[in-house]
């Protein structure tokens, strides 16, 4: 059965899965939720960077997650949506994706987050970096 689990190990399992991250750490300060199967992650969601503003925050959004998992149940998604939304405030979310990572950006286009922009050379000095952002007037799952 797929389930919520919040294990502080979850953050680094997500980092770990995240080709270009060099430091395990580099989140900074972050609350991350995982999903998964007696009580092993099949996929984590880690949100970090969080901006506040007065007219609404916005949370960087990485995710991880095994191939071939079947984890991304409307309740889910609603459940970790509302902790983005509406247990931090936010405005809106923001992904940001190592140019080149098509599942990634598959990902994130069926959450319903739009592509933004790019930062070029913003992933590691050598690799454009893909801004995707979802605002939550935009949020299917509330």
Known sequence: MIEIIAAPAVASWVADRISGVDDACAFGPLTAIGV???????????????????HGNDVRVTVAAERGT???????????FDYAFNQLACAR????????????ER??????????GVIRRGWDGKTNALIYGLLKTECRYL
């Open 36 to 54: 998964g199967v007696n009580g092993k992650p099949i996929a984590g969601f880690v949100f970090s960077d969080l901006r506040t503003s007065k």
């Open 70 to 80: 079947r984890w991304a149940r409307p309740q889910i998604l609603t459940y970790l």
């Open 93 to 104: 979310a923001t992904f940001i994706i190592r140019e080149g990572n098509e599942r990634a």
């Open 107 to 116: 990902v994130a286009k069926k959450l319903g987050f739009r592509k933004e």
